[in-house]
Nanobody, 127 residues
Framework: QVQLVESGGGLVQAGGSLRLSCAVS????????MGWFRQAPGKEREFVAA????????YYPDSVKGRFTISRDNAKNTVYLQMNSLKPEDTAVYYC????????????????????WGQGTQVTVSL
């Protein structure tokens, strides 16, 4: 049974930083592409970052590029999302997810390609 548990969310002022963690059990993070998504109230869930299986190449949308960094610790089987220079528009529930296909990074920015999801962690950025 694959389980993903996020932590690290909270309330931060604009310009501040947070680091989210996603602890994975049941499947190695290095064998599957891992992604972070977020969903703000009244909006669709959107792609935030992904790290491919194996070499761990990162991918980001323009909205967070240069501010967010995805990383992983294979020994801890945990994926992280370091978020710097946070803006009020980053406020959302953040989810980590694991790609549905082993050893694949196909369409890593599409939520439909992810089979396992965490419960989410709230990030609130105030002015």
């Amino acid at each position: 049974q694959v389980q993903l548990v996020e932590s690290g969310g909270g309330l931060v002022q604009a310009g501040g930083s947070l680091r989210l963690s996603c602890a994975v059990s049941g499947r190695a993070v290095s064998a599957r592409t891992m992604g972070w998504f977020r969903q703000a109230p009244g909006k669709e869930r959107e792609f935030v970052a992904a790290m491919t299986w194996g070499t761990g190449s990162p991918y980001y949308p323009d909205s967070v590029k240069g501010r967010f960094t995805i990383s992983r610790d294979n020994a801890k089987n945990t994926v992280y999302l370091q978020m710097n220079s946070l803006k009020p528009e980053d406020t959302a529930v953040y989810y980590c997810a694991q790609h549905r296909v082993p050893f694949s990074s196909t369409d890593a920015d599409r939520e439909e390609e992810y089979a396992y999801w965490g419960q989410g962690t709230q990030v609130t950025v105030s002015l």
